[in-house]
């Protein structure tokens, strides 16, 4: 399974952007799909993930202004970003989940400025 991730950019706070990740391959069988992020000096967290089903799960500190959606049959994951804070500023990685193992595609920057 390949990601591509895609959508990041710079962004005035208060502002939004839509961030894509489309894989390719094996892509049957996906169970989970989601959004991780990675600001400088700090460890990669959790943003948001959505199960095959259609179950979310969103860190506290994102609930309520980004929103995760997938397209199984494109394999595809999006990640809505409304109400950006400087704080979001970070590479965000897309990642995926196919049995036991877990696929990563290539960050993308997200620049939130005051």
């Known amino acids: 399974v390949q990601l591509q991730a895609s959508g990041g950019g710079l962004v005035q706070a208060g502002g939004s952007l839509r961030l894509s990740c489309a894989a390719s391959?094996?892509?049957?069988?996906?169970?989970?799909m989601g959004w991780y992020r990675q600001a400088p000096g700090k460890q990669r967290e959790s943003v948001a993930v959505?199960?095959?089903?259609?179950?979310?799960n969103y860190a506290d500190s994102v609930k309520g202004r980004f929103t995760i959606s997938r397209d199984n049959a494109k394999g595809t994951v999006y990640l809505q970003m409304n109400s950006l804070k400087p704080e979001d500023t970070a590479v965000y990685y897309c990642?995926?989940?196919?049995?036991?193992?877990?696929?990563w595609g290539q960050g993308t920057q997200v620049t939130v400025s005051s």
């Open positions: 990642n995926a989940w196919r049995a036991t193992e877990s696929y």
């Open positions: 959505a199960t095959i089903g259609g179950r979310t």
């Open positions: 391959g094996s892509i049957f069988s996906i169970n989970l």
